[in-house]
């Protein structure tokens, strides 16, 4: 919102696209079961190498 505040609607493209990457990292941290780089025991989407 600051951005378009600040630089008008002819920005709307980089807006976008900010708010649809938030989108895909959360959709990402909801299907792996962690946040990014997050080491959790229920995490899924790494396969573990423990004996």
Do not use: C, K, N, W
């Not at 997050?38 to 573990?48: A, H, I, L, N, Q």
């Amino acid at each position: 919102m600051e951005q378009l505040i600040e630089h008008g609607p002819g920005e709307i493209g980089p807006v976008f696209a900010r708010a649809f990457e938030f989108a895909m990292q959360i959709e990402r941290e909801r299907f792996i079961g962690a946040a990014q780089y997050e080491r959790t025991p229920d995490r899924r989407g790494y396969v573990s190498h423990q004996p």
